[in-house]
């Protein structure tokens, strides 16, 4: 099946900072999304993203699909932004969906 | 809008009791629907998922199964749970345009 690579696994920021999250995959994929889980364990969807590029605030998230590449980009890092952040695709002809293992990111004051 | 809604938020079982977990759909239509289990660390597991009433893919053997009477009613059951039945529990639905998870069942089995 597909394989889905996060990194880094781990990631701690100074509030203010930049950051980039990224996620590569080992076959073409219909679908793309971004999510992040919260210290409660919610899981909130931050971007559908299968290609090209999205903002929302502070958050943008570039798809580039013939490289099997996204990125996601966090600007101006609060501490509300703590948590692990999921990439999840969907190869192409299926509804299943494969995630990666996430980044646990810690903003720190 | 689209809402899903899943009960209970956390749930302490002893070993051999048994389970039901409950999700459902409201604002939409012959959804895709899915539960995923999250163990201590990160990954996210991916259990059953359905296509319609009464259609169930079991991704993993185990000691869980799933049913769905109604369109947007999707219930995780087992007859006897296991301490390794522990975790986190997730549904979620999908059309067009990707997951939405619901809030998620800690359970834990002691």
């Known amino acids: 099946g597909i394989q889905v690579e996060q990194s880094p696994p781990d990631l701690i920021l100074q509030e203010g900072a930049n950051s980039t999250l990224r996620c590569n995959f080992s076959?073409?994929?219909?679908?793309l999304q971004w999510f992040h889980q919260n210290p409660w364990g919610q899981l909130i969807n931050l971007f559908y993203?299968?290609?090209g590029t999205k903002q929302n605030g502070r958050l943008s998230a570039t798809t580039v699909a013939t490289e099997r590449y996204s990125l996601l980009y966090i600007s101006s890092s609060q501490t509300t932004d703590s948590g692990v952040y999921f990439c999840?695709?969907?190869?192409?002809?299926?509804?299943?969906?494969?995630f990666g293992i996430g980044t646990k990111l810690q903003v720190i004051p | 809008s689209q809402t899903i809604h899943q009960w209970p938020a956390t749930l302490v079982q002893p070993v051999g009791s048994p389970l039901s977990l409950e999700c459902t759909v409201e604002?939409?239509?012959?959804?895709?629907l899915y539960w995923y289990r999250q163990a201590a660390g990160r990954g996210l597991q991916l259990l059953f998922y359905?296509?319609?009433?009464?259609?169930i893919s079991s991704e993993v053997p185990q000691n869980l199964s799933a049913s769905r009477p109604q369109d947007r009613q999707f219930i995780l059951s087992s007859k006897k749970l296991l301490l390794s039945d522990s975790g986190f529990y997730l549904c979620?639905?999908?059309?067009?345009?990707?997951?939405?998870f619901g809030s998620g069942t800690r359970l834990t089995v002691v």
């Open positions: 979620a639905w999908s059309l067009v345009g990707g997951y939405t």
């Open positions: 076959d073409s994929v219909n679908n």
């Open positions: 993203i299968p290609s």
């Open positions: 999840a695709v969907q190869p192409g002809g299926y509804q299943k969906v494969t």
């Open positions: 604002g939409t239509s012959n959804p895709n």
């Open positions: 359905s296509v319609g009433i009464g259609q």
